[in-house]
T-cell receptor, first 112, second 116 residues
Framework: SQQGEEDPQALSIQEGENATMNCSYK?????LQWYRQNSGRGLVHLIL?????REKHSGRLRVTLDTSKKSSSLLITASRAADTASYFC????????????FGKGTSLLVTP | DGGITQSPKYLFRKEGQNVTLSCEQN?????MYWYRQDPGQGLRLIYY???????QKGDIAEGYSVSREKKESFPLTVTSAQKNPTAFYLC???????????????FGPGTRLTVL
């Protein structure tokens, strides 16, 4: 079942700008992950944040998690054209072998 | 190189035919998953397997079947009972989370199935 829901559905920015995507979910989680998907390709894991963490960094990525609001945000700083992709948040589901529940994603377009 | 592979990349099927999508991993992962992705949508879980010779239905298992005879292989069969099979199919694997505290999933490149 889909639990995460990303916002906005689509985002268009220029190179050098920051991109912020949000994710909301419905039930308790152990962790929340962000994935990236280039058009027609498989997903690539970007970052995982555990339920007891509030913020995490990885290179130009910054993820926050607010479990009280059941929401997370992904910030990409100093964006590049190569960041153009769809970004998905995913939460774990302990009822189904820790398969992931994905949102519909945010489509990011970074123009030169 | 360690990784997860899917074949074929593109697959065309006539209505009424069964087709099998291959998924192989050499990451020594216990858990494997099949997802379906429709245009502009997120991923929906079809089947998952946490151990050899065992698998469970996901949210949209109707019209699909799987097997897990080997740890490294988790083929998906799309049967003629699946009414709308045209989609992008993604296979993934992860370490058994029963023993670890994280469950990052590694994805294959996907198979695009088109019913003619």
């Amino acid at each position: 079942s889909q639990q995460g829901e990303e916002d906005p559905q689509a985002l268009s920015i220029q190179e050098g700008e920051n991109a912020t995507m949000n994710c909301s979910y419905k039930t308790s989680i152990n962790n929340l992950q962000w994935y990236r998907q280039n058009s027609g390709r498989g997903l690539v894991h970007l970052i995982l944040i555990r339920s007891n963490e509030r913020e995490k960094h990885s290179g130009r990525l910054r993820v926050t998690l607010d479990t009280s609001k059941k929401s997370s945000s992904l910030l990409i700083t100093a964006s590049r054209a190569a960041d153009t992709a769809s970004y998905f948040c995913a939460t774990d589901d302990s009822n189904s072998g820790y398969a992931l529940n994905f949102g519909k994603g945010t489509s990011l377009l970074v123009t030169p | 190189d360690g990784g997860i592979t899917q074949s074929p990349k593109y697959l065309f099927r006539k209505e009424g035919q069964n087709v099998t999508l291959s998924c192989e991993q050499n990451l020594n992962h216990d858990a494997m998953y099949w997802y379906r992705q429709d245009p502009g949508q997120g991923l929906r879980l079809i089947y998952y397997s946490q151990i050899v010779n065992d698998f469970q239905k996901g949210d949209i298992a109707e019209g699909y079947s799987v097997s897990r005879e080997k740890k490294e292989s988790f083929p998906l069969t799309v049967t003629s009972a699946q009414k709308n099979p045209t989609a992008f199919y993604l296979c993934a694997s992860s370490i058994d989370t029963g023993r670890y505290s994280y469950n990052e999933q590694f994805f294959g490149p996907g198979t695009r199935l088109t019913v003619l």
